[in-house]
């Protein structure tokens, strides 16, 4: 199945931060589009240890010459929209101009906690998104910025320099509700939902792009991503034992860690992961991150060859 606008990337989230640049650059090697890293400031109580990804990016970025880095995601209301847009300046310098930005609010589990030890209101985090996207881009391309809004206010500010991109970096918007989708189509340029099916992709691609023409915006411009948990062996079996390893933290009272690995994840053999592929390119996806769900760092490295030289020669 040909697919020339199809892009891959890989996830850096399992990788130990010493081993950042080796990564980076072996991802860089076997071809692949972007490296994707998420974050959290404390994941849960007790929480599960997580670095930023801003710091991560720029050391991959660094190290690399022509694959992108995008964050996948960046908590954006955590941040003051001031400090966020020279953070995301400096690694689009860092980088060369190959940096994307992707932003989400965290609504999952056990994340409340990080909003409460940074005094930020929980309840404000869909609307200090939205006040923060458009000020963003005026940080990123005009000086002597003065903002009077509804969360934030400040005056005079100038931030050079600029990005190397011309309107700052692509801002891809993550998350599961009409609210984020609305944000997506309207303040965006790209969508990256996360442990989704097949029928909520297309679902939700499907309303991302009403959005998107509704606002008056270039659809053909806009980005339809996927951050796709991925496991990959010749048997079955062990694909699925792997990823319901992986996801335990996802289970909830209503669905097993089992249940969201068949459900949402790419498993099983070649012929299996280029299958649910398939299925998600036919649901509107046109950008994958593989994020791979494995036993250790040489298991990722596994998986990462194993898709660079069977899978994404697929599509291409």
């Keep these: 199945m040909a697919a020339p606008n199809v892009t891959f990337g890989c996830s850096i989230n399992q990788i130990a931060p010493k081993n950042i640049a080796e990564f980076a650059q ?4 076997l071809g692949y589009d972007r490296l994707a890293m998420g ?45 966020l847009a020279k953070l995301v300046a400096t690694v689009d310098q860092i980088s060369d ?32 998104a939205n006040e923060m996207l458009p000020l963003m881009r005026r940080l990123w391309t005009e000086e002597h910025v003065t903002h009077k809004g509804e969360i934030f206010q400040f005056e005079d500010a ?75 062996a010749e048997d079955p079996k062990e694909a699925l034992a792997v990823a319901v390893q992986n996801l335990a933290t996802c289970a ?4 097993s860690a089992e249940d969201v690995a068949k459900g949402l994840c790419l498993t099983g053999t070649l012929d299996d992961v280029i299958k649910g592929i398939e299925d998600r390119i036919a649901a509107g996806v046109q950008h994958f991150m593989l994020g791979f769900l494995a036993t250790d760092e040489q298991d990722n490295y596994r998986q990462m060859e194993l898709a660079a030289k069977k899978i994404i020669p697929h599509f291409r």
Excluded at 43 to 66: Q, W
Excluded at 183 to 194: I, M, Q, V
Aim: with cysteine; proline share 8%.
């Design 26 to 29: 072996r991802a860089e090697a």
């Design 252 to 255: 909830t009272a209503q669905r």
């Design 158 to 232: 100038t931030l050079l320099p600029h990005p190397v991109q011309a309107g700052g970096p692509p801002i891809w918007i993550a998350g599961r509700s009409d609210a984020a989708m609305k944000r997506a189509g309207t303040l965006g340029d790209g969508w990256y939902p996360y442990l989704f099916t097949v029928r909520r992709l297309k679902e939700s691609n499907t309303i991302v792009r009403q959005h998107v023409e509704a606002a008056g915006r270039d659809v053909s411009q806009f980005r339809f991503g996927v951050a796709q948990p991925t496991s990959i």
């Design 97 to 128: 101009g190959r940096f994307d930005l992707g932003i989400g609010i965290s609504g999952q589990r056990g994340t409340r906690i990080e909003y409460d030890i940074l005094n930020v209101p929980v309840e404000s985090r869909g609307k200090r």
């Design 39 to 83: 974050e959290h400031v404390q994941d849960g109580n007790p929480p599960i240890p997580r670095n930023l990804c801003l710091p991560v990016l720029a050391a991959a970025a660094a190290s690399t010459k022509k694959i992108r880095v995008m964050s996948g995601i960046v908590i954006a209301p955590l941040y003051h929209p001031v400090m």
